[in-house]
């Protein structure tokens, strides 16, 4: 029986000595090479500044033309990186290559230092701004913005994006945000903080609790004690902006709270109807409780 040898993972053509064999000898850092070589010249092309501006305007004037249009999408009918065979045997090829952990940290690390430098961001910085002074790129991003699986598929990102982060990073990021915003009371929490701060409250809306990500209203200096306002704009899931399940959202958070140790007090609107004593005469009974 004659057994078939394999063709070189590179995709030389050639097949290799052994059956159990998957490159030939040499061919393993042969697409190592070839990439290098290839991503060099292309850099080279790139840090033109006159290379994007010649090569755009000879193109357009090129693919004007029918006879241009058609010799290249021959060209790219008959070209080898085309072939279904080929492509999978590359595709098999770059696989195994990444399993080398060294080429994996090397072509991670390269991709970091083009993409995260300052010469980068402001390049794609600026691209962006240019695509979007483009009508029609404008309207059909806001035309998908709109569409319910675009914003499903982003909240699903942004979440696994978030639950990513370790606690110390969310605390950080909320706390930018909060002091970037100037967050302050509002005429409401004001009026409450006057009516708190003698029992020894303090409002701590403007920033997380410790060991947690959440931003509780008002926290006691010295004790465990927590009151957070859920006022009628922010927890009435009548108003279209709130959601069905606020109530569910507001009790895993007390319910956090008290994993963390503390007691929490939930202020409504109807509570404060009472004017100043009846709010006080609330929060002592809840203390001495």
Known sequence: MVTILPLCACGCGERVKKPHHTWLTGHQNKMEHNAQKISA??????????????????????????????????????????????????????????????????????????????????????????????????????????????????????????????????????????????KCPNKTEARLEKILSPLGFEFTGDRPLQKTTKCPDFTHKKHKLLIEYDGFLGHNTCLPWIPENQHIIDEERNHEYRCLGYRILCLHPDDLQGGHKHILNIVLEWMNG
Not at 83 to 98: F, G, P, T
Not at 122 to 151: D, G, V
Request: a positive charge; glycine letters at 0%.
């Open 41 to 182: 010249s292309i850099s080279k092309l790139y840090l033109d500044p006159t290379y994007k501006e010649r090569v755009s305007k000879e193109t357009k004037k090129a693919m004007r033309r029918p006879e241009t249009r058609e010799k290249l999408l021959t060209a790219l009918k008959n070209n080898v990186w085309y072939n279904v065979n080929r492509n999978e045997k590359i595709r098999k090829a770059m696989i195994i290559l990444w399993t080398n952990s060294e080429y994996r940290a090397k072509t991670t690390n390269d991709i970091r230092r083009t993409t995260q430098s300052k010469e980068a961001k402001a390049r794609n910085s600026l691209a962006i701004f240019n695509s979007w002074k483009n009508p029609e790129t404008r309207e059909r991003y806001l035309k998908k913005k709109k569409t319910k699986e675009f914003k499903e598929k982003l909240s699903i990102k942004m979440k696994e994006v978030w639950e990513s982060f370790s606690l110390d990073k969310k605390r950080q990021i909320i706390h930018k945000i909060l002091s970037s915003s100037n």
